[in-house]
């Protein structure tokens, strides 16, 4: 499995932007994405993941409300939408992939096996 993220760049405080992840290879029906962030200085954080199949979400306290996950499974291209961005969003941002993670795993970072190059997101205030 290969990871593509695409789509950062720089926005101003309270904007919005949405990352996408292409996934190559093939995908099975207990695939899990996910995205991660990393701010300068600081560890990766887990942010938002969801199921392949059936679609079911975890998300980190600190993004709910602001951040959607989503996925375009014919596509086989994960997405964020990142609304109502603040200077503190401002890392890199990661997209990752599972297989057969249960839900209470979907958090933990070492669970995952795979991992896209990251796509830089700068929020200006």
């Known amino acids: 499995v290969q990871l593509q993220a695409s789509g950062g760049g720089l926005v101003q405080a309270g904007g919005s932007l949405r990352l996408s992840c292409a996934a190559s290879?093939?995908?099975?029906?207990?695939?899990?994405m996910g995205w991660f962030r990393q701010a300068p200085g600081k560890e990766r954080q887990f942010l938002i993941a969801i199921k392949w199949s059936g679609g079911s979400t975890v998300y980190a306290d600190s993004v709910k409300g602001r951040f959607t996950i989503s996925r375009d499974i014919p596509k086989k291209t994960l997405y964020l939408q990142m609304n109502n961005l603040k200077p503190e969003d401002t890392a890199v941002y990661y997209c990752?992939?599972?297989?057969?993670?249960?839900?209470?795993?979907?958090?933990?970072?070492?669970?995952?096996?795979?991992w896209g190059q990251g796509t830089l997101v700068t929020v200006s205030s």
């Open positions: 290879g093939r995908t099975y029906s207990n695939y899990v």
């Open positions: 990752a992939a599972s297989f057969g993670l249960i839900t209470s795993s979907m958090r933990d970072l070492e669970k995952y096996n795979y």
